[in-house]
């Protein structure tokens, strides 16, 4: 099984930064794509940014509102997945959480995990 573990959430004043990181653990594949997504209330979960498990730090993808001020790493000897968030709004409150998509040599995913989540809330 995998277990994953977030950590970094808090309350923070608008226009500040903050920090998530997540702790992969158990069965995860060497091809894999790490994510964060977050879930505001009354919506509905939404990708935040995610990266590949490539040699060179991995291929990233952001959400458009991401872009510029969020940015997603990850230490693949630690398997462990960091969000580098700036320059919050209230908008960005959320519950986030990670994920990781276990992929077969051919991309197919073999299995698709989720932490808890880390609620976010950013006060205006």
């Known amino acids: 099984q995998v277990q994953m573990v977030e950590s970094g959430g808090g309350l923070v004043q608008a226009g500040g930064s903050l920090r998530l990181s997540c702790v992969a653990s158990?069965?995860?594949?060497?091809?894999?794509?790490m994510g964060w997504y977050r879930q505001a209330p009354g919506k509905q979960r939404e990708l935040v940014a995610d990266?590949?498990?490539?040699?060179?730090?991995?291929?990233?993808r952001y959400a458009d509102y991401a872009k510029g001020r969020f940015t997603i790493a990850r230490d693949g000897a630690k398997n462990t997945m960091y969000l580098q968030m700036t320059s919050l709004k209230p908008e960005d409150t959320a519950i986030y959480y990670c994920?990781?998509?276990?992929?077969?040599?051919?991309?197919?995913?073999?299995?698709?995990?989720w932490g808890q989540g880390t609620q976010v809330v950013v006060s205006s």
């Open positions: 158990g069965r995860i594949s060497m091809i894999n794509t």
């Open positions: 994920n990781v998509v276990n992929l077969s040599q051919f991309g197919v995913a073999t299995g698709d995990y």
């Open positions: 990266i590949t498990s490539g040699g060179s730090g991995g291929s990233t």
